[in-house]
């Protein structure tokens, strides 16, 4: 069935042949949602959104200072990555204290003020909750490390050596080398997934999932909106330690020993989803709490679904489809859209094509002549898609991947991997504010990464001035997606008969869009059969114009055009 035989004034029969929700049935953006259904968040990486201590390094005093700017571009939410106490081995994913913010972000009280602006410019604040393993300097593992005896003895995953003195098992760190450290205090191996220094909690333990929640009712309390759950299919391993098999060979080039597995026993727990609903009772003791999974791998759609299922767990997850991708197709796109379905007790989909664990999408997808229209061709596609959008900070504004030679390298997986991988500091770089002020406006000292001088006439004041900016852009592509129901909670369906062109209808009960992207460098020609009475035309590359909808699309462009019912 071709999506645009619907133009038929018969739609609700239509819709029933195609397997989709009829028109009565479908969400309106005037009922009653969920706040966080199709919204778009924000992310923030404290360390380089901006500095007002004076440290090269970005803190809450500057995210308070740019919550205005982040309100302007119309976003639902903000998502704030780690500011946790932490000896930052892996810049505050290794957490020493989960209820307190690290002094070089600034104070609890800082916290609060941020939270309290948010609130009231209309941005709700999310959080990361790392509770697949904490710093070796956490006192929970201080405690746990002294002897084999001790209450928290349990609280990480501890196992003895094998006869010959060897690790337990065959399995590998994530950041490279084995998975299992040796500690001389209790004579045994305790297991890191990531680095050394980040040890793994024991959730098989009913204590350390007690202790955890405690964690989440502690910043509930203090007004956070709803929590990111970080590397959460690691959280629990398989009791007997099973070794993992070997990963069959497919070609690609395999860069540190942990790809060399397949990885069912380390991570996957079946029992991970049980732990999620005790999340969703501490939850729903809340209003309006918002909660979404990181759930990586080569194969997360079962885990993504099994962590959002039934709504007994998570609100939603995301994947690394987009954000490992080297190159974005039609195909891809297709596949990872229409996994979900919306059956009933589906979860809900998030989405991200850049964050501070991957390459920026723009430097990825596009090469260095393309990278300002292909950074709004990008921005279209995230916008139209059905689920919540992940926008990371300086992707409003078209940032390439920053340039960081290696002897500036503070990531311990780019330095691990060098150079072999593009890494993850070049996306970490300091975000430009002011064109002509030192550091771009970042800070008034010599910022933690250094800053990339592309970046620099890409600043928020240069596109500020510029109608026609990537940041201009992205403000409008926001807006209509926050004003169209079938944008924001439609239901999606492919068109059948396009070829290489992705293209896709949003549906919802009184309005359609038609999403039309030409995703490659060379022109495709496409145009949908019946009626074109489209109340509003976007596009990026060719020129809408009164004369309707483009026979041809040109490389790296496309639209998205709204019809009423």
């Known amino acids: 069935?071709?999506?645009?035989?619907?133009?038929?004034?018969?739609?609700?029969?239509?819709?029933?042949?195609?397997?989709?929700?009829?028109?009565?049935?479908?969400?309106?953006?005037?009922?009653?949602?969920?706040?966080?259904?199709?919204?778009?968040?924000?992310?923030?990486?404290?360390?380089?959104?901006?500095?007002?201590?004076?440290?090269?390094?970005?803190?809450?005093?500057?995210?308070?200072?740019?919550?205005?700017?982040?309100?302007?571009?119309?976003?639902?939410?903000?998502?704030?990555?780690?500011?946790?106490?932490?000896?930052?081995?892996?810049?505050?994913?290794?957490?020493?204290?989960?209820?307190?913010?690290?002094?070089?972000?600034?104070?609890?009280?800082?916290?609060?003020?941020?939270?309290?602006?948010?609130?009231?410019?209309?941005?709700?604040?999310?959080?990361?909750?790392?509770?697949?393993?904490?710093?070796?300097?956490?006192?929970?593992?201080?405690?746990?490390?002294?002897?084999?005896?001790?209450?928290?003895?349990?609280?990480?995953?501890?196992?003895?050596?094998?006869?010959?003195?060897?690790?337990?098992?065959?399995?590998?760190?994530?950041?490279?080398?084995?998975?299992?450290?040796?500690?001389?205090?209790?004579q045994q191996y305790y297991l890191h997934n990531f680095l050394r220094s980040q040890p793994d909690l024991n959730l098989h333990n009913r204590e350390v999932q007690d202790a955890l929640l405690n964690v989440g009712r502690f910043w509930l309390d203090r007004g956070v909106d709803g929590f990111r759950l970080d590397a959460l299919n690691f959280a629990m391993h398989d009791p007997q330690l099973r070794d993992n098999p070997p990963a069959p060979r497919d070609g690609r080039p395999l860069t540190r020993p942990f790809d060399y597995q397949l990885h069912i026993y380390n991570q996957s727990h079946l029992d991970i989803s049980k732990f999620l609903e005790r999340i969703r009772q501490m939850t729903n003791e809340y209003d309006d709490i918002f909660t979404v999974a990181e759930v990586v791998g080569p194969e997360p759609l079962g885990e993504m679904k099994a962590f959002t299922a039934n709504g007994k767990r998570l609100n939603s997850a995301y994947n690394f489809s987009f954000l490992y991708a080297a190159k974005l197709s039609t195909a891809m796109t297709k596949s990872a859209i229409s996994a979900w379905s919306s059956e009933k007790g589906e979860g809900w989909p998030s989405w991200a094509f850049s964050n501070h664990d991957a390459p920026r999408a723009v430097s990825r997808w596009a090469d260095e002549d393309h990278t300002a229209q292909a950074a709004k061709l990008y921005a279209m596609l995230l916008m139209s898609l059905r689920g919540n959008a992940f926008l990371y900070q300086g992707e409003e504004l078209g940032l390439p991947q920053a340039h960081v030679p290696f002897e500036a390298l503070k990531d311990p997986?780019?330095?691990?991997?060098?150079?072999?991988?593009?890494?993850?500091?070049?996306?970490?770089?300091?975000?430009?504010?002011?064109?002509?002020?030192?550091?771009?406006?970042?800070?008034?000292?010599?910022?933690?990464?250094?800053?990339?001088?592309?970046?620099?006439?890409?600043?928020?004041?240069?596109?500020?001035?510029?109608?026609?900016?990537?940041?201009?852009?992205?403000?409008?592509?926001?807006?209509?997606?926050?004003?169209?129901?079938?944008?924001?909670?439609?239901?999606?369906?492919?068109?059948?008969?396009?070829?290489?062109?992705?293209?896709?209808?949003?549906?919802?009960?009184?309005?359609?869009?038609l999403c039309v992207f030409n995703l490659g460098s060379k022109p495709l020609s496409w145009r949908p059969q019946g009626e074109q009475r489209f109340i509003r035309v976007i596009d990026v590359g060719y020129g809408a114009d009164d004369t309707g909808l483009p026979e041809t699309l040109p490389g790296l462009s496309g639209y998205i055009a709204i019809r009423n019912y």
């Not at 009280?109 to 393993?133: C, N, P, T, W």
């Open 1 to 186: 069935m071709i999506y645009h035989k619907l133009w038929n004034p018969n739609l609700t029969n239509l819709f029933e042949v195609i397997n989709v929700t009829p028109v009565s049935e479908m969400p309106d953006i005037t009922e009653a949602q969920d706040w966080w259904r199709g919204a778009v968040i924000y992310q923030i990486y404290p360390r380089s959104f901006r500095d007002t201590s004076g440290d090269g390094i970005g803190d809450l005093t500057g995210i308070l200072n740019g919550l205005d700017y982040i309100a302007t571009l119309g976003v639902d939410a903000v998502w704030l990555s780690p500011f946790f106490t932490s000896p930052m081995a892996d810049f505050g994913y290794d957490v020493a204290d989960y209820c307190d913010v690290d002094p070089i972000f600034g104070t609890l009280s800082d916290f609060d003020r941020i939270i309290e602006k948010a609130h009231r410019l209309g941005l709700r604040i999310i959080i990361d909750q790392v509770y697949s393993h904490s710093s070796d300097q956490h006192a929970w593992f201080t405690q746990s490390r002294q002897n084999r005896t001790n209450p928290k003895a349990d609280w990480y995953v501890w196992a003895d050596p094998k006869a010959d003195g060897s690790p337990p098992n065959n399995w590998q760190s994530v950041f490279g080398g084995g998975a299992w450290d040796w500690d001389s205090r209790r």
């Open 413 to 513: 997986e780019a330095i691990a991997n060098w150079p072999m991988t593009l890494g993850r500091d070049g996306a970490r770089a300091p975000l430009p504010w002011e064109d002509t002020a030192a550091n771009a406006g970042f800070s008034n000292a010599r910022p933690w990464l250094p800053m990339d001088l592309r970046h620099s006439a890409l600043a928020i004041n240069v596109q500020e001035r510029d109608d026609s900016s990537t940041l201009h852009f992205v403000r409008k592509l926001i807006a209509i997606r926050k004003n169209a129901a079938s944008l924001r909670n439609g239901e999606c369906v492919f068109v059948e008969d396009v070829e290489e062109l992705l293209a896709f209808y949003r549906i919802s009960k009184n309005e359609e869009t």
